[in-house]
């Protein structure tokens, strides 16, 4: 058992919340069921939905290039922290992100049940203060604490915490990013308001781990589709966490205000700004003016240029994420229907194997990242060594262009006259890699591909997009640059890739990552989440990930390390993950913006002005033109009292 020493706060009470005894449907929104997904624009949502507004100060309207006028530090403005981000977000309705940024936001704006140490990674208590199991394991009982609020001043219950688990056990459209952690449940009740029940059909060893964001039930009730609700379009959104999302536009920015109710306490930075940046060299030349405060994702030439800058720190240090090559293995749904247009050779183990034989993992790991990550071999980084695992000499897959050349000839696929090789259809062997346009690395590697695959008789188009998601789910791609951050309990990584993440039906959006579908890694999968032993449930994700390797349908490049760097003049100390040699952004928690404390005397990080600007914007059009030059002149004396990058 862990416990936390509660707060003594009241909680109002209220019925117990049990799925059996669930209220009536607001009008025109149907009970919770499993229903189809559905098609054409969805039902609507009534004005109450998720964007009831918070019991705080209006917020200064925001300009709409996300651009901040505000301190980051003196002058008595408020204390903005920027981050330069590059990856669009996917949804802000956490019963459907999936991606780094969005599923970093919604650890922000909400509490989970369990919260991971910075230190060490360990589970502790967020929402719950303690819990236990019964002795067949099949019982869960979660105490919540009782000085946790929402932002609009609601007591946050265990009703909310059943709702939320419920909702997606019983709605297949709201299982798309959590659904592997409740698949195993039988019942999520609530007694009171302070204790949370889960019925296991069977053991289940994440259930200190259990990723999900919990969310108000009385906004989230009213929602009706969720398949297609994306939660950004009512702002501020209620939440429990550190900081409340009060806007939001895509591909543009995305803001988040201190939550002074956070029972941790609030954080010391009064906002952060999410701004977004598609080109990386953007991104580091505005951390060099200062207009942003945090930077990631740094190739190596700007980690090399940046770390002789006054006033930067960059942070280079071991990471949490895999980079691995994909292959199409047939996109396919769980109701048995196939669709795509994945290359047909790619479905022969032969030729798999041949494409990463003839991929040289050390000349990347040494050209392209410069020695800044680690040779790729298992599916879990090496951070988590417990889990960490490397093929046996005489499995793994290595440099051999050879072996490669003699792969293909046995499979049929010879060298034609012009030394393309083809089918005995005569189709050639030419493929589609998916690229994400942002990635440097992505690019980088794949000229090295088009090379080594080139020298095989192979053709290759690297296919470099801004959204990659929408051929990826359709299955139009032969191949594709695959990655995911790893959280210290590796279950819903491993999740991706069992035959329950695939989507229902080919319209429907499934959890998983790459289509894969093997029967024997779900039994591995199975038996390793109902372990409780740690060293022997160590040995079956080890299993596990010897399996997904031996059948060929992705292969892990390298570990990239996280280098990233932020300006000491805007932010004087940030909390890494974990605290020797760990990473600030996409934490396994909260920890690095809660923590964040601002610089002393920083001016406004705009130096043409255009945060004075922006403040005048939401003054109103209703100043005359002399008030509005008065201002702007005091303004722009504030913003250069200091050099803010």
């Not at 889960?198 to 053991?203: D, G, M, S």
Request: hydrophobic share 40%; charged share 25%; with cysteine.
């Amino acid at each position: 058992m862990v416990t936390q020493v509660p707060s003594s706060s009241s909680v109002p009470s209220a019925p117990a919340f049990d799925p059996a005894r669930r209220p009536a449907a607001a009008a025109g929104v149907p009970p919770p069921s499993r229903r189809p997904r559905a098609t054409g624009t969805g039902r609507l949502l009534t004005a109450a939905v998720a964007g009831a507004l918070l019991v705080l100060p209006p917020l200064p309207a925001a300009a709409d290039d996300g651009r901040d006028g505000d301190s980051n530090g003196g002058g008595g403005g408020r204390k903005v922290l920027t981050i330069a981000v590059s990856q669009s977000v996917d949804s802000l309705s956490p019963f459907r992100a999936q991606r780094l940024v969005s599923t970093t936001v919604h650890r922000l704006a909400y509490e989970y049940l369990t919260n991971y140490d910075v230190t060490d990674g360990r589970p502790i208590p967020g929402l719950a203060t303690s819990w236990r199991s019964s002795p067949d394991k099949l019982t869960w009982t979660y105490t919540i604490r009782q000085n946790a609020r929402w932002s609009d001043g609601r007591a946050l219950t265990a009703y909310d915490a059943a709702w939320t688990f419920d909702k997606i056990l019983t709605d297949e459209n709201a299982a798309t990013a959590s659904g592997s952690f409740t698949a195993n449940f039988r019942q999520v009740t609530a007694p009171d308001a302070r204790t949370l029940v889960v019925r296991l059909k069977k053991p289940q060893a994440t259930m200190v781990a259990l990723d999900v964001p919990i969310v108000p039930r009385h906004i989230w009730e009213k929602v009706g589709d969720f398949s297609t609700f994306n939660n950004d379009k009512r702002f501020p959104v209620v939440g429990s966490g550190p900081f409340v999302i009060t806007d939001f536009k895509i591909d543009q920015y995305l803001r988040l205000r201190a939550n002074p109710s956070f029972w941790r306490g609030a954080p010391k930075f009064d906002e952060l700004l999410l701004k977004y940046y598609k080109d990386g060299d953007a991104a580091v030349a505005a951390l060099r003016k200062g207009e942003v405060s945090f930077v990631q994702g740094l190739t190596p030439a700007q980690a090399k240029a940046l770390a002789g800058e006054r006033s930067i720190r960059v942070n280079d240090a071991p990471g949490r994420r895999f980079l691995a090559l994909a292959t199409n293995p047939g996109a396919r749904s769980r109701d048995g229907k196939t669709f795509g247009s994945g290359h047909p050779a790619l479905l022969d183990p032969a030729v798999r194997k041949a494409l990463f034989h003839a991929v040289d993992r050390r000349t990347l790991v040494e050209k392209v990242f410069q020695g800044h990550a680690v040779e790729g071999d298992g599916y879990i980084p090496p951070r988590y060594a417990a889990y960490f695992w490397k093929p046996a000499a005489g499995q793994r897959i290595g440099y051999d262009p050879a072996r490669a050349a003699a792969l293909l000839d046995r499979a049929g696929y010879r060298r034609n006259a012009d030394g393309r090789r083809a089918g005995k259809d005569g189709r050639p062997l030419d493929f589609r890699l998916l690229c994400h346009a942002v990635d440097a690395h992505d690019r980088a590697i794949g000229k090295y591909l088009r090379e080594w695959w080139g020298e095989l008789g192979i053709g290759l188009r690297v296919d470099c997009l801004d959204n990659v998601s929408d051929p990826w789910l359709k299955g139009d791609y032969d191949l594709a640059f695959d990655g995911w951050s790893v959280n210290p309990d590796p279950d819903f990584a491993l999740a991706i890739h069992t035959c329950a993440a695939l989507p229902a039906t080919p319209r429907d959006t499934g959890s998983t990552d790459n289509f894969i579908c093997d029967r024997r890694y779900d039994e591995l999968y199975a038996a390793q989440s109902a372990e409780y032993d740690p060293a022997v449930r160590a040995g079956l994700v080890k299993r596990l990930q010897s399996r997904l390797y031996d059948t060929g349908y992705m292969n892990v490049l390298a570990y990239p390390n996280a280098v990233e760097a932020y300006r000491t003049d805007q932010i004087a100390s940030i909390t890494t993950m974990p605290g020797a040699a760990g990473n600030i952004w996409g934490q396994d928690g909260y920890w690095s913006w809660w923590s964040a404390v601002p610089a002393a005397g920083a001016g406004d990080g705009t130096p043409d002005g255009t945060g004075a600007r922006t403040i005048l914007l939401a003054l109103g059009a209703a100043l005359v033109p002399a008030v509005v030059l008065a201002i702007l002149v005091v303004l722009r004396r504030r913003a250069t009292v200091e050099d803010r990058e």
